[in-house]
């Protein structure tokens, strides 16, 4: 098949939070950017159909393979393969960076993290749209001691509808923000957006990124050509591309914050059709367990609960369960590879973890007044670590190959266990300010 040829200034591999920031920033400095994005365009629905085409990234293959991941162990992982990426289903939930993360690299992010906050009005929400759920188990854990707060959203409260609960099958209401609007916004400045595009690898010569090859709708096949080449496919799409690449030290020490949910059931209905998700928790830094309210609407309840069929979980009592999520700090351990399964052990350290967490959990549920507990399988959204800084990228995101720059949760260096989002917009903004002599 003919190879359609392309040149462009900058060339953005993937549309989530790391890709379409890099892309805005530089469109609006008057760069010519062209994204490339391996899913369809899909606008918000907030519908259960809407979300679970975004978490399959299409249909091919019931989504195995692209949005939803099995790892060998049978740990599955998600993300969403479309434009805007993860956060299209994100629950929005903002965690500010970690500066003693980023200090050896000789950087904080404070500066970029608080730009961006102000820029997306990040903070808690006001009581009227935290959830009676929420409420109660905030008012539990606070009884018990623990530092439970409400969380920071990258939510808008003047378009959020109280009980929603919409966020993390795609708000449509512009309430929660998610990356394909400063995708959107790229595209507005003059920036070109190639959908159902798939990047195979980095087009080098001598040791440069020159640009990267392509396969788009049909099997059509494209070279672009560009100075500048920023992979942002996120912490398992990212990996592969270096690996094919010829970087063989991606893919490796691979994290992912696997969570389950501890489900309180009571005597009688606290939870009547879900609300918004992570509005309120807690972060044990030291034990490196998250914490947060997750009150699922019945669809993406029993999706959860269906993990766990073999146990038989009470799904019919949906409208008496509360369920706290427990998600943690895991080890950085398993392997991507280009092409094959994708292994992601977890250690025993990682199983005492969930255990010390799901015992927590239940306290919490138990002091709001709940009977009994089950917990759901474990899952993860998260993934991370795989072309860490320090070991595949440099301090300013370089990669071996010169002018190939990767950004996303891929680069975070060590064991995480936080919501990643604000964290991935910062390091972008600030290699935005890099690319363009700015820092
Ligand atoms: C259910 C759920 C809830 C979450 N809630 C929160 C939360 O509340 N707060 C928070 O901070 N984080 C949350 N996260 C995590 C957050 O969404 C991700 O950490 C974030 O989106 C990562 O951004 P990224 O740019 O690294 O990758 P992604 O958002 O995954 O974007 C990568 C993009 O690259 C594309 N791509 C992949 N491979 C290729 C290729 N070869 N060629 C072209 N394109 C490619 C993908 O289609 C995708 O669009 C949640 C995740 C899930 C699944």
Not at 155 to 170: A, Y
Not at 261 to 290: S, W
Not at 371 to 386: D, E, L, N, V
Not at 422 to 439: I, K, P
């Amino acid at each position: 098949m003919e190879m359609e040829k392309i040149q462009t200034e900058v060339v953005v591999v993937g549309s989530g939070p790391g890709g379409a920031t890099v892309a805005r920033d530089l469109t609006l400095q008057g760069k010519k950017v062209t994204i490339l994005e391996w899913g369809e365009d899909n606008p918000p629905t907030g519908t259960t159909f809407g979300g679970i085409k975004n978490y399959m990234g299409g249909w091919a293959f019931l989504g195995l393979k692209r949005g939803a991941l099995v790892s060998k162990e049978l740990t599955l992982m998600v993300r969403n393969i479309t434009t805007g990426g993860t956060s299209m289903m994100f629950c929005g939930t903002a965690y500010d960076p970690d500066p003693e993360m980023w200090e050896r690299f000789g950087f904080t992010l404070e500066k970029e993290s608080s730009e961006i906050r102000d820029e997306l009005r990040v903070g808690p929400l006001p009581d009227r749209l935290i959830g009676p759920g929420a409420a109660r188990i905030m008012a539990a854990a606070l009884e018990l001691g623990y530092p439970w707060h409400k969380l920071s959203k990258f939510i808008n409260p003047e378009n959020c509808i109280p009980n929603c609960n919409e966020c993390s099958m795609g708000c449509k209401h512009a309430g929660k923000w998610h990356a394909r609007e400063w995708v959107l916004d790229a595209v507005q400045q003059g920036a070109a957006l190639l959908t159902k595009t798939y990047v195979e690898k980095v087009l080098q010569e001598g040791g440069i990124a020159v640009g990267v090859l392509a396969k788009g709708p049909g099997g059509k096949r494209y070279e672009i050509r560009a100075r500048q080449v920023v992979i942002s496919a996120g912490g398992v799409g990212s990996p592969q591309i270096l690996l094919r690449s010829g970087i063989t030290g991606a893919g490796t020490n691979f994290f992912i914050d696997p969570f389950q949910m501890v489900c309180g059931v009571f005597d009688q209905p606290v939870n009547a059709k879900g609300e918004a998700l992570m509005v309120t928790g807690m972060h044990l830094k030291q034990e490196g367990i998250m914490f947060a309210d997750m009150c699922y609407n019945f669809s993406l309840f029993a999706i959860m609960a269906g993990q766990f069929w073999y146990k038989f979980p009470p799904t019919h009592k949906y409208r008496s369960t509360l369920p706290v999520m427990v998600k943690i700090r895991d080890e950085m351990a398993g392997r991507i590879p280009a092409k094959g399964m994708i292994s992601k052990p977890l250690t025993s350290a990682d199983r005492d973890k969930l255990d010390q967490g799901t015992a927590i959990a239940a306290r919490i549920l138990k002091q709001a007044g709940a009977r009994s507990f089950w917990k759901t399988g474990i899952s993860a959204a998260h993934p991370g670590g795989t072309c860490r800084m320090g070991a595949v990228v440099d301090a300013n995101l370089q990669t071996e190959i010169k002018n190939c720059y990767v950004c996303d949760a891929s680069v975070i260096p060590v064991p995480f266990g936080i919501p990643p989002t604000l964290t991935v917009l910062s390091l972008a903004r600030r290699l935005s300010n890099h690319l363009l002599g700015r820092n």
